[in-house]
């Protein structure tokens, strides 16, 4: 019980602080990193933009798969 309090105190403040997510400036991008140095953007061609994360999810972009958990 404690465990699962912990896990959703973890998940809400995640999330309230992770608004704003990057991008590959490149049309055929479709993932987004919370972290501008992520090793997922590391062969970005284009420029690494900040957009927030509504946006990334309304241009159907996924999280990356070194930052899932
Ligand atoms: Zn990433």
């Not at 973890?10 to 049309?27: E, G, I, N």
């Not at 420029?47 to 899932?68: F, H, P, Q, Y």
């Amino acid at each position: 019980m404690k465990l699962i309090l912990f896990a959703l105190l973890l998940f809400s403040s995640f999330r309230c602080a992770k608004t704003s997510v990057y991008v590959c400036d490149s049309p055929h991008a479709v993932r987004y990193h919370y972290k501008p140095n992520c090793q997922g953007l590391g062969n970005c061609q284009h420029r690494v933009v900040e957009i927030s994360l509504d946006s990334a999810e309304k241009s159907n972009k996924t999280l990356c798969k070194w930052e899932r958990r």
